[in-house]
């Protein structure tokens, strides 16, 4: 069974466009994660979100948001899609309580903005 | 502000050779170290994770780290690499008072059958 599952794992698509990427873990984590990896492979953070809190990183542009409908799903909108926003997008989960405990990640959504 | 820096950005072996990618951090406190790996077109998985006891950290595929906290550093470690270790390495650090990690900028190594 996949522990975190992301959908599409392509996303091919037109500047200006708005889409939306679609994370679930079955895990029972906590804590649910969007990283960004960008073509030299360097790995951001995004946003951290539990029931609790979300964290951004403040770097984001607004035009990205997550929505978690449940504790096991983190989905992430990107409105007026830019060609810079073409990388690899990660999600990942972990439980928290202790910051020992590592992430795990999805296997990632390539978007390509045209 | 933690950081977590990787000098070796690019690293090219030929099989059987031995690796050390270095990995250095910066935090006063309680830290927590990981290694993850990424191979080609997947996600990232953890190799090993340090967070307390024996600083030396024995992880899967025959992978060990050192935690040598008087030099703020967390080298990872393989005697004998294989083709099939060509791959992307991060190391990361968590803190007591953060579970969000901060990684590096990841080692790409290739590695020559």
């Known amino acids: 069974d996949t522990a975190v599952s992301q959908t599409p794992k392509y996303l091919v698509t037109q500047m200006g466009n708005d889409k939306s990427i679609k994370c679930e873990q079955n895990l029972g984590h906590d804590t649910m994660y969007w990283y960004k990896q960008d073509s030299k492979k360097f790995l951001k953070i995004m946003f951290s979100y539990n029931n609790k809190e979300l964290i951004i990183n403040e770097t984001v542009p607004n035009r990205f948001s997550p929505k978690s409908p449940d504790k096991a799903h983190l989905n992430l909108h990107i409105n007026s899609l830019e060609l810079g926003d073409s990388a690899v997008y990660f999600c990942?989960?972990?439980?928290?309580?202790?910051?020992?405990?590592?992430?795990?990640f999805g296997p990632g959504t390539r978007l390509t903005v045209l | 502000a933690q950081s977590v820096s990787q000098h070796n950005h690019h690293v090219i072996l030929s099989e059987a050779a031995s690796l050390e990618l270095g990995c250095n951090y910066s935090y006063g406190g309680t830290v927590n170290l990981f290694w993850y790996v990424q191979y080609p077109g997947q996600h990232l998985q953890l190799l090993l994770k340090y967070f307390s006891g024996d600083p030396l950290v024995k992880g899967i595929k025959g992978f060990e780290a050192e935690f040598i906290k008087s030099k703020f550093s967390f080298n990872l470690r393989k005697p004998s690499v294989q083709w099939s270790d060509t791959a992307e390495y991060f190391c990361a650090l968590t803190s007591g008072g953060s579970y969000i990690p901060t990684f590096g900028r990841g080692t790409s190594l290739i590695v020559h059958p």
């Open positions: 990942a989960s972990s439980q928290t309580g202790n910051s020992y405990n590592e992430q795990f």
